[in-house]
């Protein structure tokens, strides 16, 4: 039996796909207070939470206005079966902070930038701030984790790395700003879908088609 009060999102929170779960207008239409959030740790989770039933939602992110299409979701969708019904979409802009723990900071001021010898964040984000990295922390490994907000929880740990996540990680975790909108397009949305349980037999809704052909423009550009 499916969980009729439960969103399922790629966690943990301060993600951008927590924000697009809380104020999406698709569930914005409900009374207040009639749904419950979960983060889960991988789109994978996500993906199975609602087709068992864990979850009567999922929001995952599904394509970047900078950087195409997100690889985890893509291939989710291409393989899952049944795969879960996609039924309603949402964009959010996004805008990316340099966060880090108070004796980072310290020894940034001290020694510099090169006092940062990691850098850690989603993968989808690296190509969304080039040009920031290249000027800033050329000389730190970037290492890529499930989510931004994990990120943050890293960066909260150690002495000598930052994390590129949202402002909402900031305000989660104890980390602080370190630079502001440091994505190269600042016209930069990321597009999220919003999927249920798929029942057998069910005919595919007008997003799956329209998500399928996309998909389909995706394997074109590939395998050219």
């Excluded at 795969?83 to 990316?96: A, C, L, N, Y």
């Amino acid at each position: 039996m499916t969980n009729s009060k439960l969103i399922a999102y790629l966690g943990p929170p301060g993600t951008y796909s927590q924000q697009v779960s809380c104020y999406c207008a698709y569930f914005g239409k409900t009374p207040s207070g009639h749904y419950e959030y979960v983060p889960l740790n991988t789109i994978e989770d996500c993906f199975a939470a609602v087709q068992d039933g864990t979850a009567a939602y999922v929001v995952v992110p599904f394509s970047n206005s900078s950087n195409g299409p997100v690889k985890f979701t893509y291939d989710l969708l291409r393989t899952t079966e049944p795969r879960p019904s996609i039924i309603g979409e949402t964009q959010v802009k996004v805008e990316h902070y340099v966060l880090a723990a108070p004796a980072t900071l310290l020894r940034i001021k001290q020694g510099g930038e090169d006092a940062v010898r990691t850098v850690y964040s989603h993968p989808q984000v690296w190509g969304q701030c080039t040009r920031y990295l290249t000027s800033h922390f050329s000389n730190a490994t970037r290492i890529s984790v499930d989510s931004t907000a994990y990120a943050a929880t890293l960066a909260e740990k150690e002495g000598n790395a930052v994390a590129i996540a949202s402002i909402a990680a900031a305000d989660i975790f104890h980390v602080e700003v370190y630079a502001a909108e440091v994505q190269d397009n600042q016209d930069n949305y990321t597009r999220f879908l919003v999927m249920e349980q798929y029942v057998n037999g069910a005919e595919r809704t007008e997003l799956d088609q329209s998500v399928d052909m996309e998909l389909v423009r995706w394997d074109r550009v590939t395998a050219a």
